[in-house]
């Protein structure tokens, strides 16, 4: 599967405790992207990278949370000291191009 | 005015019906709203999309129709298949600021019945 993968698919913590999710963009994706989406809502930008350079950061990234793309590659998401709140899914995307980004299937994090 | 307000929250539609869903937005500086559909357990996946300078777009049985003057677009499913049922996201973005922050709407689930 050349697609965009997500690790791991579900993530069952207690509050308070770290996280960290990774993604593998589609290999010559240049521009990868991450994205929150709560129950019944649509994906929320968090931020977004251009090769390794991590070029915008929503406000919703509190300073809990923090992203790397070491070598331009895959993509690690971290959530520290993590709260109820934070339990959601979190997509992670990759392009070629601005505009046509393409999805993993999402890590599923419930915060206990 | 980053909101991108969508309409109906579901939808349940016959199979060979038409499905509509309509989405309008604030930002004049959006220049490109894709259509994304999700299905339980998997994350979006780009179905169609429209820049502002044409007024429809097909692809299949997948039509957007765009109203620039009203800020308004909606999707069209012809022939709605019982396949079809899934959440459907629009959304949009401003490419001419590098298009990575991509706004989207609420969603609308999609029943098409038997």
């Known amino acids: 599967d050349t697609g965009v993968s997500q690790n791991p698919r579900h993530k069952i913590t207690k509050r308070g405790q770290n996280v960290t999710f990774r993604c593998d963009p589609i290999?010559?994706?240049?521009?990868l992207y991450w994205y929150r989406q709560t129950l019944g809502q649509g994906p929320e930008f968090l931020t977004y990278f251009q090769n390794e350079a991590q070029l915008e950061k929503s406000r919703l990234l509190s300073d809990r949370f923090s992203a790397e793309r070491p070598k331009g590659s895959f993509s690690t998401l971290e959530i520290q000291r993590t709260e109820q709140g934070d339990s959601a899914m979190y997509l992670c995307?990759?392009?070629?191009?601005?505009?046509?980004?393409?999805f993993g299937p999402g890590t599923r994090l419930t915060v206990l | 005015q980053q909101q991108v307000k969508q309409s109906p929250q579901s939808l349940i539609v016959q199979k060979g019906g038409i499905s509509i869903i309509n989405c309008a937005y604030e930002?004049?500086?959006?220049?490109?709203f894709p259509w994304y559909q999700q299905f339980p357990g998997k994350g979006p996946a780009l179905l169609i999309a429209?820049?502002?300078?044409?007024s429809e777009k097909k692809e299949g049985r997948f039509t957007i129709s765009f109203n620039k003057s009203a800020k308004q677009f909606s999707l069209h499913i012809m022939d709605s298949q019982p396949g079809d049922s899934a959440t459907y996201f629009c959304?949009?973005?401003?490419?001419?600021?590098?298009?990575?922050?991509?706004?989207f709407g609420a969603g609308t689930r999609l029943f098409v019945k038997a």
């Open positions: 429209i820049r502002p300078d044409v």
């Open positions: 290999s010559e994706h240049n521009r």
């Open positions: 930002n004049t500086a959006f220049d490109y």
């Open positions: 995307a990759s392009s070629v191009r601005e505009n046509e980004q393409f």
């Open positions: 959304a949009a973005s401003s490419l001419d600021t590098g298009g990575f922050k991509t706004i």
